[in-house]
């Protein structure tokens, strides 16, 4: 009977553990994953980049984002604003897009090429071909943000601002004001913030 | 006389009537359901309300592919269950933009029910507000019983028997 009852608990459990798979998300503190920092991404300038390369002197800002998700649109402007400012300050950026094109072709490439000239970006935008990079840093949905220090020691995770849909409305620059907490020695004013997003399209484990 | 007055008295109680129905449903167009725009704690008040032995609270979106995979099973799940005391709160997190596609989309699926919208900018507090553990990954599914309690959380695609063994769980034991 108990044996029952505490299989029936585990099986009611199960969908609570599935729900903890963001709790495996990295965290304020956790270090850049050993296991992907020196995975090479084809960037859309047709160069090969890890995580180790775009290292900046003053920290990393890692962006996961996509082409295809509203939220990323709604956001895209300012997360080019934030990512050119970012770079020019000595903080390496990079932007990883872990989605499978398959699932969606508007996560192509050539998609990617197009979005990151149009947008202006001039930090790296890198196809993660494997989504490894994602699973490594528990990323769920795009976008998202993880900003570490020159240590490689997590400060900020989370959303860029606290408003996607009006930029005129924003009242937090959650990630702006962690990289200007970082430049001047002060400890990061909120250090997880959280957003809605859309799922991250992962690739079959093969 | 009296006639005159029972007609006023109609013509009240169906303007106090359209009154209230135009404030619970400002989204909703002819022969549509309302799509009312809710915060965090609007939509726990009506959680709170004590109408139901469960309510099975969904957040989606119509760009959101797992959630437009997940969603037949949970209007399956409301049409088995209604009887015994079961509701489905969907409620969109799609841009006020989308609006249109949401409503065809709901159309399709054959809801015929109110339903929500996010209606709360901040998406890091209304996230908080529902559960301090969900990433803001879509979709995202809570199970509250009569009182208002939490009981489940599932974050990502779900199916009708995950979501069926957690209402049946909370009907089974509704004070654990």
Known sequence: MRQRALAWAMFLALPLMVGAQSMSKLKPGDTIPASVKDIKMLSVTGHQLSIADVK????????????????????????????????????????????????????????????????????????????????????????????????????????????????????????????????????????QTRSIGCTIKFREKI | MRRVIGFIGFALIASTLGNVRSEQAPRSERGAAPIIPVTAQELLTRVRDGKAQVTVVNLWATFCQPCVEEFPDLVRLEKTYRDKGVRVFFVSVDFDSELPAVRRFLQKQGVTYPTFLKAQDDDNAFITALHPEWSGALPATFIYDARGRLRHFHEGKGDFALFERLVQDVLQHPNP
């Open chain 1, 56 to 191: 900046g002197p003053k920290g990393t800002l890692v962006i996961f984002s996509c082409n295809s998700c509203p939220w990323v649109k709604a956001w895209e402007t300012r997360i080019a604003e934030v990512g050119n400012w970012a770079q020019k300050q000595g903080i390496g950026v990079i932007m990883i897009n872990p989605n499978d094109p398959a699932k969606n072709p508007e996560d192509s490439y050539e998609v990617m090429q197009q979005r990151a000239k149009e947008r202006g970006f001039e930090f790296p935008y890198v196809v993660d071909a494997t989504s490894d990079v994602a699973r490594a840093f528990g990323a769920t949905h795009t976008p998202e943000f993880f900003l570490f220090d020159a240590k490689g020691t997590l400060i900020y995770t989370g959303a860029l601002d606290d408003n996607a849909r009006n930029p005129e409305a924003v009242k937090e620059r959650y990630v702006k004001n962690a990289i200007e907490a970082l430049l001047a020695g002060r400890p990061v004013p909120v250090a």
